[in-house]
Structure formats: structure tokens, C-alpha cells
């Protein structure tokens, strides 16, 4: 699979908001179609991102669905 990445400006860093506190945001990289959060943050702690996970890239101004991120790669 192709890297996940912003359809705007390319950045894989990314941040979701918590849902019962606006003001806590989780962020993590795109690796491939993977989601790395920071390694101190315990993984009991880190939130379920699902396709329809409103998600908001680090760089620019841009945020969606995570589902619009996964990249697949060109076919042959």
C-alpha cells in the first residue's frame, strides 16, 4: 500500500480530537496505512480511529474522514 498522507500538502502527521474533551488531541504518523501515535503515550490510552474518524492533518488546513486518507497504490 501507497503511504497515507494529506490530499493537500502530502504531510502523514495527523491529530484527532478526544470526544468527551475538545481540547485534548492525540497526534500520530502515517506509515503506510499505519497510525503511530507517540510511543509515550500507552497504548490503553491512544483512541480508536475507524474510517469515518474525523481527522485533521498537523501541516496545513485540511481535516475529513480518515477513510479519505488511505492511499491505495497504482495498479500496474
Known amino acids: 500500500m501507497a503511504?497515507?498522507?494529506?490530499?493537500?500538502c502530502?504531510?502523514?502527521?495527523f491529530y484527532v480530537k478526544d470526544p468527551d474533551?475538545?481540547?485534548?488531541?492525540?497526534?500520530f504518523e502515517c506509515r503506510g496505512n499505519e497510525i503511530c501515535f507517540?510511543?509515550?503515550l500507552p497504548a490503553s490510552a491512544a483512541?480508536?480511529?475507524?474510517?469515518r474518524t474525523e481527522t485533521f492533518c498537523n501541516t496545513c488546513?485540511?481535516?475529513g474522514a480518515?477513510?479519505?486518507?488511505?492511499?491505495?497504490?497504482d495498479a500496474p
Not at 503511504?3 to 493537500?8: A, E, M, Q, V, Y
Not at 502530502?10 to 502527521?13: A, D, E, L, V
Not at 480518515?66 to 497504490?73: A, G, S, V, Y
Request: hydrophobic share 25%.
Open 66 to 73: 480518515f477513510e479519505h486518507l488511505i492511499q491505495e497504490e
Open 61 to 63: 488546513a485540511w481535516h
Open 47 to 51: 483512541p480508536q480511529i475507524q474510517p
Open 21 to 27: 474533551d475538545e481540547f485534548e488531541c492525540y497526534e
Open 3 to 8: 503511504d497515507s498522507k494529506c490530499p493537500i
Open 38 to 40: 507517540d510511543p509515550a
Open 10 to 13: 502530502g504531510s502523514n502527521r
